[in-house]
Structure formats: C-alpha cells, structure tokens
C-alpha cells in the first residue's frame, strides 16, 4: 500500500492516515483502518455475487462429475457424463448442437454486424430523429420475452386467423395456412428473426455512445491526408477509436444470444421443440435438469454451454482487446 | 469563417460541410441515404409494438376477425376491465400480480441502485490489494448466462429457505455484473480531488458516497435503474422455478400462463382479448422510463467501455 500523494500539513492528515499500530491485533486494526472501508461498501454486492452467481458456477461444475436425480445425494462418476454427452446423446450432437451453432453464428455476429451499422447510421443523423430512431430500435429488447409472445403467436399463427397466413394467402402465394410454429423447417428461422429483432439492446446504445464520442479532428486529420472512402473511416478510424465499446458490445451480444436460448421452446410451446427443430443447447439443459431429473448430466451440459460463452467472448477479445 | 458559413444561403447549408459526419448539428443531403434505410426498417421494428397497443383496445370481433385486421377500428378497454374482474384459474385476482410486481419491482430498483453504487465506488475509488482482482472477476461474470446455471441456483435457493418466499423474487436480481460494470466506469470519472478535499474537511466515507458520489453519478444511477426495472419487471421465471404460492407471483408470470393456454380452443377466445392488455401493461413502463431517461443513459454509455 504506497500513499498515492502527499499533502501540505492539515488536520485532515493525521485521521487519514493514521501511526501504524504493532502486533498482530494492531495489524488487524491497521488492516481495518486501510482497507476495511473499502470491504464494507463492497460486502452486500459480494455476497450476492457469491451466493448467486459463484456458487451455482461452482455446483454445476461439481454436479457434472456426478450423477444425480435431484432424490438420492450425488454419486461421483468422473467424466462420464462429459463422454455420454460427446458419444451417446444423439440428440445433442445431431440437433443440439447443430442448431446452437446456427442460431449463435446468425444471430451473435449478425445481430452485432446490424447493431454496429444502425448506430453508425445514428450517428451521422441530427440529435432529435437519432433519439427517435434509438428508442424505435431500442424498445423491441425492453420487453423482450413474456410481453412479445403475445405478439409472435397473433402474427405466426397456425390457422387462417394469423396475420403472416392470412397476408400471404391474400398474396395468393400459399394456399393453405402454414403451421409456422410448428412446422421444423420454419421455426428455427423464426426464431432467429425474432431474436434479431430484439437484439439492439444495451450493447447497441454503447457502441452509438461510442461512435458519438471519437473526436471530429481524428476524422479531418485522415481527409487531410487523403481518406476519401467511408468503409475506410469505418476500418481505420471509427473501430480502431472505440474498440472498448466494441468489446462492450461483443460481449452483451454474446450473452444475449445464448441467453436468447428459450425462444423456440416460448414459440412452439413444447420441449423438445417440434422434431428438435428449435432445439438449442439452454433447452437441453431444461429437457435433462427439469423434465428428466438427470441433473448431474443436465450440469454437464451447462458446463459445456459457460466453455462456449467464454471461448466466444475470448475470440471477441483478440479482435477488440489491448 | 463560421460567420461565413452562417450567412450561406439554404442549399449550402444543407450540402455544406459543417452538417455532414459524425454527431452532426442539422439535416445535410448525405443524410437521406440513412433515412431512406432507417425509415422502412424502424417502421417494421415499431410494427409489433404497434400490434400490442392495437390489439389490447381490440373488441372480441375484431380480435377475432377474418380476415385479421391489423389496426383496430373500434377502440375500447372491455380487455383491461375483463382482466382486472378476471380471478386466474387458482382464484387470484389479477390486481394481486400486478401489485407484487410493483412491489418487487420498487424494492429491487431501490436496493440495486444501493448495492451496486457502494461496490462500484468502492472498486473505483478505494485503495486495497484485491481492487483490481476483484473488478477482473465481475469482468468475466458479464459473460455469465444465469440460465446455463438454473438448477444449482434452485439447489442454493433451497438450502438458503428462500423458496417460496418475497425475497427470492429480489435477492439474486441484484447480484448485476453489468450494472457494477457500468456503475464503476462512470465513478472514475469523478475527480479523486473532489473526494480529498471532502476528507479533509473531515467528511466520513459514508458521507462522501452518499453526498458526493451518489449525486454525481445521477446517470448511471438512471441506467441502473433501467436494466434493474426490466430485469425485475419482466421477470416470469423466478415465479415458475421458485414459487409455489400463487399469491406471491407476478404479473409477467400471469401472462406467461395466458399466452400457454391460448394455443388451445375454447379459453383461446376469453383469454386472447385478455392477454393482449396484460402485455400492454407490461410493456408501456418499460416503454416511458426509458424515453423519460435516456438522455442519462446515453452518457452512461459513453464510459461503456471494456478494455
């Protein structure tokens, strides 16, 4: 602990920083004197972090070296789990994994590659139509989930009643109404139109944030010096000036994306979806943990689902991180 | 120069320099590229919120009608009266949903907006040896799914006697890794001066986040209070996983069981004009705190970044 600066002589000196104390009690107290403070305005935080977040990390990875049916106490079975996941659960590896590479390919870079250009676009607008354009774009994901059900089900119904069937049969280009929800070939790009649509959340407001913030000089420098294309501002001045927002940005989408996971189950209210059409990796999880009770393999699968988020966001951090 | 620029005639100004480019002041012709994309592309965003708002003053018929109108013609609030004479199928009146929302809602925004500030305050301004461990871990706990760890979560809540119970609608909502992060960035933006010269005038620490952090870090307090609104207000799954008494769930979770059962027949028709008024009340608070705050969230933002 090294005092950062030091200040003309004042009565405030001698509370702030007080004689060290001797002993092991008077460490303790020193300690409490130094750095206490600090642990008290932490400690509510903390412990919240620690019971809700910490802890349940650290059960899952501990439950998915067992087997465990929720009545009877774990049993430790090593890997097991991890290798049924890899080599028995057909499931998992045909649809599973499948789909959650799809949808995250799709709906994480798209998603983030849609909300990095609209708030360039923002940007280049005058303060009153970008506020407008920022809350039109901003209030699909305020809401996202329990609200909008009401709204995808109305618009992809199944019968003549849906508005997507009753459009297009006026269009005449389908004759009979479609199941959408229901139907494996149709829901997955549901979901992913669906999620895209609530995906300018606050990821989106950051990198807005940040493309209003780069100095206007850095712009005019590089018109100085002969830069006359805008995908070259893009790529030389505005991502290079804003890369913390970008990572910012990456991040929440990545979270949201996987987090996004529940989407076909709401759509097609069953799981597992329709012929595993909408079947992503937080529904196994879901299928295994709360409808199978196999909780020790439904742990091991949660596991796999954190390794992925982790091994994204480590890939965002090479293109955006210092 | 400028003086110039101001005396130009219109066509200069709106195809001059000065408006064109990042974070302009007026309307320049390079503009309407941009509008010509925006325009039909918000207009399909905006379309399901206006279905919500549309449908939830929809009379029977025309909920019903075939073929389905978009817009309603015949506005009435026959779908708010229906729902709050409505009891749930367990004998529930809906205004009790709706006031454990508010309730919980109240409560977590208040006591977010409390913990995060006085951990991010402490992080961004305190000196002791964790600081920066402490703030790398919250860093990688912005990636934390809380869905991927449902279940050991439900085995922690049970060991702790919280199910079934107000508080676990609140306690594991205010464990935000974002809003610490955010709270955080903002605070080291507050001049270390302003709080050294409290301390030597001999204000104690508590004084010193309560009458000096606290009112200077009012934007991000507002986004705090956003995310936490909408983490809490929206929330349909805390009620399904750790709540069994009826009467201790909330109105997000009212309307997760009305969209269920309208895939089926005969409660489709009663519950359909219901349900489309149970999501407009979910959706408009979202809606008006956001527009009432988002100059605040805005600047926020703008100290966002992760390094």
């Known amino acids: 602990m090294q005092i950062r600066q030091t200040y003309p002589t004042q009565d405030g000196l001698a509370r702030a920083y007080p004689a060290p104390r001797r002993g092991i009690v008077g460490a303790i107290q020193n300690w409490i004197q130094k750095e206490g403070s600090a642990y008290g305005f932490l400690s509510i935080y903390a412990l919240l972090f620690i019971i809700f977040i910490v802890i349940p990390v650290l059960a899952a990875i501990g439950l998915s070296f067992t087997f465990f049916d929720a009545i009877q106490p774990p049993r430790f079975i090593g890997l097991t789990n991890y290798i049924a996941l890899i080599t028995q659960d057909d499931t998992f590896m045909k649809y599973v994994l499948a789909n959650t590479i799809q949808f995250a390919v799709i709906v994480g870079p798209g998603g983030y590659a849609l909300a990095f250009m609209l708030a360039w676009m923002l940007a280049q607008l005058p303060r009153l139509p970008r506020t407008i354009f920022a809350l039109i774009l901003y209030s699909p994901s305020m809401t996202a989930g329990v609200a909008m059900t009401v709204v995808w089900k109305a618009l992809f119904s199944g019968d003549q009643t849906g508005y997507l069937n009753s459009f297009l049969m006026g269009l005449g280009t389908i004759r009979e109404p479609i199941q959408w929800l229901q139907s494996p070939q149709y829901l997955m790009p549901i979901m992913i139109i669906v999620t895209l649509w609530s995906s300018m959340g606050i990821g989106f407001l950051a990198m807005l944030a940040g493309i209003l913030e780069i100095s206007p000089e850095l712009y005019e420098a590089a018109a100085m010096d002969g830069m006359s294309s805008r995908w070259q501002e893009i790529f030389y001045i505005t991502i290079p000036s804003m890369k913390p927002q970008m990572l910012f940005g990456a991040v929440m989408a990545l979270v949201g994306t996987f987090q996004a996971g529940a989407i076909g189950v709401t759509l097609s209210g069953s799981n597992p979806t329709p012929q595993y059409a909408g079947q992503l990796i937080v529904n196994h999880i879901e299928d295994y943990g709360f409808l199978r009770y196999e909780m020790g393999y439904a742990a091991a699968v949660s596991v796999v689902l954190l390794l992925m988020v982790l091994f994204f966001s480590r890939v965002a951090t090479r293109l955006f991180g210092n | ?307």
């Open chain 2, 1 to 307: 120069m400028m003086s110039s620029r101001m005396n130009m005639n219109w066509y200069h100004r709106y195809t001059g320099v000065r408006n064109r480019g990042i974070n302009p002041q007026g309307f320049h012709v390079s503009q309407i590229k941009f509008y010509i994309l925006l325009v039909p592309l918000a207009a399909v965003m905006l379309l399901p919120i206006i279905f919500i708002f549309s449908s939830a003053f929809k009379p029977p018929d025309e909920l019903f009608a075939y073929p389905p109108r978009f817009l309603v013609v015949n506005p009435t609030f026959k779908n708010f009266t229906d729902l709050f004479s409505k009891l749930s199928t367990s004998g529930i009146p809906v205004s009790r949903y709706l006031f454990n929302s508010i309730l919980i809602t109240l409560v977590t925004v208040g006591a977010s907006i409390i913990v995060s500030s006085a951990a991010a305050y402490s992080l961004s301004k305190k000196r002791f040896k964790l600081k920066q461990a402490l703030f790398a871990i919250n860093n990688v706990a912005l990636m934390f799914v809380p869905v991927a760890v449902t279940i050991p979560r439900f085995l922690v809540i049970e060991r702790l006697n919280l199910l079934d119970s107000f508080w676990v609608h609140i306690l594991p909502v205010l464990a935000m890794p974002v809003g610490l992060f955010l709270l955080k960035q903002f605070i080291d933006g507050v001049p270390d001066e302003v709080l050294e010269a409290a301390q030597i005038d001999g204000a104690t620490d508590l004084e010193i986040y309560w009458r000096i952090v606290l009112p200077m870090i009012r934007p991000a307090l507002a986004t705090i209070a956003i995310l936490t609104f909408q983490a809490a207000w929206n929330n349909a799954d805390i009620s399904t996983l750790y709540i069994n008494t009826e009467s201790l769930r909330t109105l997000a979770f009212y309307l997760s069981t009305l969209t269920k059962t309208t895939a089926t027949g005969a409660t489709a028709v009663a519950g359909q004009g219901i349900a489309a008024a149970a999501a407009l009340i979910m959706f408009l608070p979202n809606l008006i705190i956001f527009i009432f705050l988002q100059g605040q969230v805005m600047s926020t933002m703008s100290h966002s970044g992760l390094k």
